[in-house]
């Protein structure tokens, strides 16, 4: 009997993750031995962890916020959007003792937004609110996908010029452009799809759970409207969105479809992900 392989995440804090649910349901509709747990690493310990994880034979490494550029320093190689993005979520060990670094959060958001609205950002205007590792992914897919334009919008505005020309530099060809956030309302008016990738709308303090990265009545009616935040399923933006008559997309379908891509890394099979996706609306209690 082959000894169970161990799959894990790295991040701190991490009482929020759905990441074991996920993986240890794929491992079991698949029958395959493996076994995801969840590991709290202070900043100050993460290449001890990285180094003792590879030490152990562990079979591939999630990493999570505040983890994904000391990760990026520590691995041997980077993948493609690993390399473009400067940040690794997703680690796999060869063989041969070698650590590769990838990045799936923007392949992740690309295919639940393809899934789940049958678009692509092709010759779209698109705003993405925040500028942290989640909105930079999105806008390499965004550019690379060929979007018309992209507006990067962030409380710091110092942070959204400079992941716009970070942008412009990676990809080039790329349209940009940066603002904070007091004329928000009014510029959301002139974009096709809209991106929150900041934590207003997340479950926890009900302060922040009620909060949206835009007033309702700003949204435009035939944008579609897509969240980082995946507890709950249905933030207050995502709801104001609907009420306005845009279509929406939950961040379950980037979260799983992220973790689909590290698990084929991984394994080299496919997640169920229609399976893998009910059994994580289960959890959170939306199903």
């Known amino acids: 009997m082959a000894l169970e392989k161990t799959l894990a995440i790295f991040g ?23 076994h995801f747990l ?9 290449e001890a962890a990285f180094r003792g994880s590879l030490a152990m034979g562990f079979g591939g490494l999630c990493i999570t916020i505040p983890h994904k550029l000391a990760i990026h320093d520590l691995v041997d ?6 390399r473009i993005m400067g940040a690794v979520n997703v680690v796999t060990f060869g063989t041969d003792g070698k650590t590769m670094g990838h990045n799936t959060d923007g392949i992740g958001w690309l295919r639940s937004l393809e899934e789940e609205t049958g678009e692509t950002p092709k010759d779209k ?29 962030n409380r710091t505005v110092e942070k959204a010029g400079a992941l716009a ?36 709308g997340m479950k926890g303090d009900p302060a922040q ?4 990265p835009l007033d309702t009545k700003s949204i435009p009616e035939g944008a579609i409207c897509t969240d980082a ?26 979260f799983v479809n992220q973790g689909a891509a590290a698990w084929e890394l991984w394994t080299g099979t496919k997640m169920p992900t229609d399976l893998i996706r009910n ?9």
């Open 279 to 287: 059994k994580v609306l289960e959890a959170l209690g939306a199903v």
């Open 12 to 34: 701190y804090p991490l009482g929020h993750t759905m990441s074991p649910t996920m993986h240890n349901a794929a491992a079991e509709a698949l029958g395959l031995p493996y």
């Open 38 to 46: 969840a590991f709290e690493v202070r900043p100050e310990n993460i």
């Open 209 to 212: 759970e009620a909060a949206t």
């Open 125 to 153: 205007r698109c705003m993405i609110i925040g500028a942290g590792g989640a909105a930079r992914a999105v806008a390499i897919k965004l550019a690379q996908s060929g979007a018309a334009h992209i507006e990067i919008r």
């Open 165 to 200: 020309q970070f942008i412009e530099k990676k990809i080039p060809g790329a349209r940009t452009s940066s603002g904070g956030l007091d004329d928000i309302s009014s510029a959301a008016a002139d974009y096709e799809i809209i991106v929150n990738t900041t934590s207003q």
């Open 77 to 82: 190689e980077l993948s493609e959007d690993a």
């Open 229 to 254: 935040v995946y507890n709950p399923v249905d933030t207050t933006f995502l709801k104001g969105a609907k009420s306005r008559g845009a279509r929406t997309v939950s961040g379950v379908g980037w």
